[in-house]
């Protein structure tokens, strides 16, 4: 990406006047320029809109930029792809980033720059989603994400780019929503977090995904304030649930939705139930912790996302009978290859002749990356990111995680392929592809995928010392 900002960008102290930045920029025919200190610290940022506000507001073009500019500006390495800068964009709801290296503030990419190289771009249907009104008008937004989608794989781009980038425009359709909703009931009575679980948490949703999320909210000692909590959060839930379900995220099979009171309640009732998931692993908690151990803050006050995580974090490190439990679940799952790497499809019903890419495929990887994360207390909850940590730190061989991670990123470009070409033609997404439709190079690399997941059960085999089977 450093290509896209080689030049060196322009930096103006705070006191220069918003006149004399306008002829700068105008002369050196660019579209913005950074404020800065002698030190080398970037302040803000200020650009030709930022300008063109200023004449039209009738401000004193004599007055410094400080008075006019963005701040903070969010930067990237020039070291980071083009798509890097895209969601970086995307979720800051910016369009100039600082283009840092060694020795400081390199220059300035634009969405401008980005829709250049990338060509079709998401950023028209971010702008679309942010200049929505009303919930109308998001309800058909996400059944434009396909054809962005499919431009991006038709040039490349990583799966794991591409599912980080859906999830950053579900998460601007939420936001949405969520603004729309409280100008219907107004504002909380207390601080509140919308969380997101299972393949949004993890930033994995592709096209086959219903809703997995809930809520929490700040306790309060004042007795009135927890009676308007209660009652408030619960026509919040409700209201945002429903047009998720109409702009095209299907309500949860399970009712694991903040619209149901089990999801949504305060932080020290979460905290207490996660301890009790803990305490008593069933197969039912084991169940829950799969789906509600790699959820983020979405919306709202995300810090208390951030103190649940820690406190989850903490309590599952402590309780090794726990991650046991985890650690054995991981090797429920068999890899669908026949004694002699054949794959293995389903012999009859439904879908036969086909292999379930999710359930016996990416959910293995899934399992992996987690308990070993609550092990070692990694923070992220994406699962090739979780390798990557665990790689790096030592946790797990190096050729293992490179193994893994690679395996993850094939499998995931198989259902991404998979389901949008069904969306294309008109069926509902699912996870089950049929192997004779695979070349005979991409067959290959989904055995040597599967392959790993042996490797990778074996490794926590011999870590929790489970019985072998």
Known sequence: ????????????????????????????????????????????????????????????????????MSSPVAEIAGSEACFDALLKMMAHKVHHLAVTGPGGTKGVVTAHDILLVQGTSPLSLFREIQSQRDFAGLYPLLAKAPRVIRALLDNGARAGHITRLITVVNDHILHKIIELVHREIGPPPTAYCWISMGSEGRREQTFATDQDNALVYADSPDEPVRRAAAVFFQAMAERVVGHLEKAGFPRCKGDMMASNPAWRKGLAAWKDTFDAWIAVPEPLEVLHSTIFFDFRGVAGRTELADELRAHVARRAAESGIFLRFLAADCQVTRAPLTLFRGLAVERSGEHKNTLDLKQRGLVPFQDFARVLALVHGVVETGTLQRVETLARQGHIPTHLGREATQAFEFLLSVKLAHQLSQVERGLPPDNHIDPRQLSDMDKGALRDAFGVIGSMQSFLKDMFHLATG
Do not use: H, N, Y
């Not at 105008?26 to 080398?40: A, P, W």
């Open 1 to 68: 990406m450093g290509d896209l900002a080689t030049f060196a960008p322009i930096v103006a102290p705070p006191g220069l006047p918003i006149r004399d930045a306008a002829r700068a920029m105008l002369k050196e025919g660019v579209g913005s320029l950074l404020v800065g200190q002698d030190s080398g610290d970037i302040l803000g940022i200020v650009t030709d809109k930022d300008l063109r506000k200023a004449v039209a507001l009738g401000r004193d073009l004599e007055s410094g930029v400080k008075t006019i």
